[in-house]
């Protein structure tokens, strides 16, 4: 079941400069980075309880965010909702007849799984379903 925004994902074609911003203009907490090699991204967290911000910084100039940020420039990525159990919220809705990006889910940042609902299942916005790990 969908308990929760999880977080909002920023693209950003400069992480040190998106992670300068948000630190010193709006004051925020910053979490740290993550590296996520399932989705060759960088990840900046600030928390901002009950949900976060997320910076995604393409890993080594590749993958989905490079390409999202040659394309469309910085903004907004995706939306992310957070799971208790993933499995079963994919099952019911593929049954509903959502597409995903992805057979099955993948290891996501934190520890988490996640899979992405294709915008054209979503009237053209991303989403992002993570279920987090028992730690986080």
Partial sequence: MITALDHIA????????????????????????????????TTAFF????????????????GPIAGYLEKRGGGIHHLCFR????????ERLRTKGYQFI???????AHGSTVIFIHPKSCGGVLIELSQPADAH
């Avoid at 928390?47 to 590749?62: A, D, F, K, M, R």
């Avoid at 799971?83 to 994919?90: A, L, Q, R, Y």
């Avoid at 992805?102 to 996501?108: E, F, L, V, W």
């Fill in 10 to 41: 920023i693209a950003v074609p400069d992480l040190d400069a998106a992670i300068k911003r948000f630190m010193e203009d709006f004051g925020l907490t910053y979490e740290g980075t993550e590296i996520v090699e399932a989705a060759k991204t």
């Fill in 102 to 108: 992805g057979d099955k889910p993948t290891p996501g």
């Fill in 83 to 90: 799971t208790d159990n993933i499995e079963e919220d994919v």
């Fill in 47 to 62: 928390p901002l309880p009950p949900t976060s911000i997320e910076l995604v910084h393409p890993l080594n100039g590749e």
